[in-house]
């Protein structure tokens, strides 16, 4: 079933590439609600979630010999030393497995909760670990995923934090069973989980992010406004210690979700297929004509074929500009290489201003999907 559901995916991403006709949508949606019905796993955008730079992510199970869960990892498998090896129970030590289980009981909610935007809460959760990651400074060594503390007023209240509550509600019964798991690294997990589950590329792990308390929440402000150019947008990702090159491909996380009026005040997808990740969000970009919408919303773009997908004012500024544009054009014509990059990128994001251990020998984890 999984490989029938990429099969959709891709089959759908070849006619989206040529224009975009409401025909095209409609023809493709059928399939994929078919499908959900079979296996019971269904992807969606963003939900309940949103921000002024909206991150907005079918699969059916695959039976591992020996029940070990599905998984894999780059070198070795022997116990964790890292950060977050001694948490809230104790002294105790978990090992590769006990992450497994963790990644599985996240996929497993991701398949029988389909209750949310598309039929899933994949995006949100990527949404939920690109927030709190996204308030790094290098400048000063705050921020960035160590830390969890969109947990405490007021950065949980931040306007780019609105609905996430949905995501780490989501996620309060995997914490109640394991709760040797940081915060910091359960939703860091959870991203990693979601990204892989909607067909994206695996990305590697690493614990170690500790918990702290409402002091350390980060100020307003530190994430990107959708409403802004590439000027905003280099100020934001350079504070943060990213290139162009980076920021593009970071960008490519809007082939996910959806935006709404009660969160960023935008409305509407990027994509057709906002629970899967892939290189549509740069084709639509580049070969999809873009009109201001006439709305009484915010300033934001919709397609002119079908009128019922958007861009928000940082994503054209990526076509816009010339240094931007050169790698727009390059992941849209090579979904390898935006796989590849991206897989890099997110990695570096989520792990920003976290104190990994020096002493820690292990190999980062990479969870086989279950996709």
Known sequence: MASATRTFARAGAAFKSTPFRSATRTALSAPRQAFRQQSRRGYASEGPAKSSFPLSIGVAALAVAGGAGYYFISQGNGSLLS???????????????DYQKVYNEIAERLEEKDDYDDGSYGPVLVRLAWHCSGTFDKETGTGGSNGATMRFAPEGDHGANAGLVAARDFLAPVKAKHPWISYSDLWILAGICAIQEMQGPVIPFRPGRQDKDAAACTPDGRLPDASQGNKHLRAIFGRM???????????????????????????GPWTFSPTVVTNDYYKLLLNEKWNWKKWNGPKQYEDKTTKSLMMLPTDMALVSDKSFRSYVEKYANDESLFMKDFANVITKLFELGVPFAETTEQAPMKFKPTA
């Open 83 to 97: 950060g977050s090896a001694k948490e809230t129970a104790g002294l105790f030590t978990p090992t590769f497995d």
């Open 241 to 267: 210690g990213f290139n162009d090159q980076e920021i593009v491909a970071l960008s490519g996380a809007h082939a996910l979700g959806r935006c709404h009026t009660d969160r960023s005040g935008f409305e």
